[in-house]
T-cell receptor, first 113, second 112 residues
Framework: GDSVTQMEGPVTLSEEAFLTINCTYTATGYPSLFWYVQYPGEGLQLLLK?????DKGSNKGFEATYRKETTSFHLEKGSVQVSDSAVYFCALTPRGGSEKLVFGKGTKLTVNP | DADVTQTPRNRITKTGKRIMLECSQTKGHDRMYWYRQDPGLGLRLIYYSFDVKDINKGEISDGYSVSRQAQAKFSLSLESAIPNQTALYFC???????????FGPGTRLTVT
């Protein structure tokens, strides 16, 4: 079945450090890929998405590129801030219109001043 | 006001009790979902509904039931709560054909 594997945390960085959170997927066909963010005490919010190979999603300084050849969708940010501290989830929806999200287990990021 | 609301936000209940979690949305979306979140396991789909007359089981539906009372309302019930149903529960919505889901703030349920 479809699945998402993301790097385990927690990840702790200093402010202005470079962030990479790895995400790989297994799916038939060409899924849509997402990164969701969960700030403390809140629900999940869509951070960015990509719907086809080589698409780059970007938002709030975060980027991720849909790499079909490596089945990956790694999240990057050049300079993190304390306010980026949150749990990040990689997810996919299988092609075919079901729109059911399959989530990775989440990666907790803590950014220290 | 929030687009997707969940009530209650926190609930402590005892083993064997029946409990209902409620979700309401003002986004006008047809599709609604219930997930549970457990530490280290991410989110797992319990049930989903693509319209008022359509209810489908997700990957972990055992021990749960749902009711879609209207386009805007989707309730999750635990008929006889057990401790391993202690978790954070999220409701989400999406528009037909648009693969982006909007999440409520969550309900933290503790079963003692």
């Amino acid at each position: 079945g479809d699945s998402v594997t993301q790097m385990e945390g927690p990840v702790t960085l200093s402010e202005e450090a470079f962030l990479t959170i790895n995400c790989t997927y297994t799916a038939t066909g060409y899924p849509s890929l997402f990164w969701y963010v969960q700030y403390p005490g809140e629900g999940l919010q869509l951070l960015l998405k990509a719907t086809k190979a080589d698409d780059k999603g970007s938002n709030k300084g975060f980027e991720a590129t849909y790499r079909k050849e490596t089945t990956s969708f790694h999240l990057e940010k050049g300079s993190v801030q304390v306010s980026d501290s949150a749990v990040y989830f990689c997810a996919l929806t299988p092609r075919g219109g079901s729109e059911k999200l399959v989530f990775g287990k989440g990666t907790k990021l803590t950014v220290n001043p | 006001d929030a687009d997707v609301t969940q009530t209650p936000r926190n609930r402590i209940t005892k083993t064997g009790k029946r409990i209902m979690l409620e979700c309401s949305q003002t986004k006008g979306h047809d599709r609604m979902y219930w997930y549970r979140q457990d530490p280290g396991l991410g989110l797992r789909l319990i049930y989903y509904s693509f319209d008022v007359k359509d209810i489908n089981k997700g990957e972990i539906s055992d021990g749960y039931s749902v009711s879609r009372q209207a386009q805007a309302k989707f309730s999750l019930s635990l008929e006889s709560a057990i401790p391993n149903q202690t978790a954070l529960y999220f409701c989400a919505t999406s528009d037909t054909g648009i693969n982006e889901q909007y999440f409520g703030p969550g309900t933290r349920l503790t079963v003692t």
